[in-house]
């Protein structure tokens, strides 16, 4: 009785630990596959930065481009303005005046927008000092 008490228990424990490895096995293989999930979802989100990095590169490349090759023909533009006015001062009538002030103004708006693409493109690259805010009323 004794030996089959023995056998029985070693039986038992046989089964435990064959069991448990099993277990194991089963957890080891989870883990493998999230891993694997975890590594992929990594590899994807770098990717997603790198993408975005080269799109505001790309950004920053053609607002600089575009400010560069508008505001030459801009200030061109208003200096022809100023010298036609200047010319011809004698002869211009009220009309003509104010259809040259408008030019001038739709020029000045527009290097203000430039200015401001410019601007807009440096945002990123721009130092922030962080400051504190009282939120209190």
């Known amino acids: 009785m004794k030996e089959f008490l023995l056998a029985s228990s070693l039986s038992d424990a046989l089964n435990i630990v064959i069991n448990s490895a099993i277990v194991l096995s089963y957890f080891i293989i989870a883990i493998a596959i ?5 590594e992929a979802r990594v590899q994807r989100r770098t990717q997603d930065l790198e993408a975005a990095n080269r799109q505001k590169d790309e950004l920053n490349r053609f607002a600089y481009i575009v400010s560069h090759d508008l505001k030459a023909p801009l200030r061109e533009i208003s200096n022809l303005s100023q ?12 009309d003509t005046r104010h259809q040259i002030e408008l030019m001038r103004s739709r020029v000045s708006r ?7 693409l410019l601007e807009y ?4 690259r721009a130092a922030v000092d962080p400051e504190e805010v ?4």
């Open 34 to 38: 999230l891993n694997d999930d975890l």
């Open 83 to 94: 010298w036609l006015e200047e010319d011809l001062e004698e002869v211009l009538t009220e």
């Open 110 to 116: 527009m290097e203000g927008l430039i200015n401001g």
């Open 121 to 124: 493109s440096r945002a990123g």
């Open 134 to 137: 009282v939120l209190g009323w």
